[in-house]
């Protein structure tokens, strides 16, 4: 492993996940990610904290899993779980999350739909007012 991966300052860790530090902060509060503990013996300050791969890996996963749609709060159970190989609940938490995509599919497709009748109705030119702004309208 090279030094950059195994010896990373939270800029750097923020960086390598795509995110900003302020959101790194915010996953450790939300214990999505581990605080390190500054190293001993480094003066009034103390030392920075150092991150290594385990945590740029772990840092991707919570991005990955947020892309899929998963809550941080599912999230967090999700990492839980990948500790104790809890497949059936893995899975579980996935279905939950297909299930409420699907919804959200079906209700986009309802809108694509609406919205396409309305700009027919629009092209159609005719008198009257806009059928698009009428339908927002009402």
């Given amino acids: 492993m090279s030094p950059a991966l195994s010896e990373m300052t939270i800029a750097r860790l923020a960086e390598a996940g795509g995110v900003g530090v302020e959101t790194v902060r915010y996953y450790q509060r939300r214990r999505l990610l581990e605080t390190p503990a500054r190293p001993e013996g480094s003066g009034l300050g103390g030392g920075v ?17 947020q ?3 998963f809550t ?7 990492l ?4 104790g190989e809890d497949r059936d609940r ?3 938490l996935a279905e939950g ?4 995509l699907d919804a959200k599919i079906a209700e986009l497709e309802a809108a694509r739909a609406a919205l396409r009748r309305l700009a027919g ?3 159609g030119g005719g008198k009257g ?3 698009i702004i009428a339908a927002f309208e009402a």
Avoid: H, N
């Fill in 129 to 131: 007012p806009c059928p």
């Fill in 121 to 123: 109705a629009c092209a």
């Fill in 67 to 69: 892309g899929a749609g």
């Fill in 49 to 65: 904290r150092r991150y290594g791969a385990a945590d740029v890996r772990r840092l991707r996963f919570i991005r990955s899993a």
């Fill in 72 to 78: 941080l709060d599912q999230i967090g159970e999700l």
């Fill in 97 to 100: 999350r297909l299930t409420e």
């Fill in 80 to 83: 839980a779980l990948d500790a």
């Fill in 90 to 92: 893995a899975r579980a």
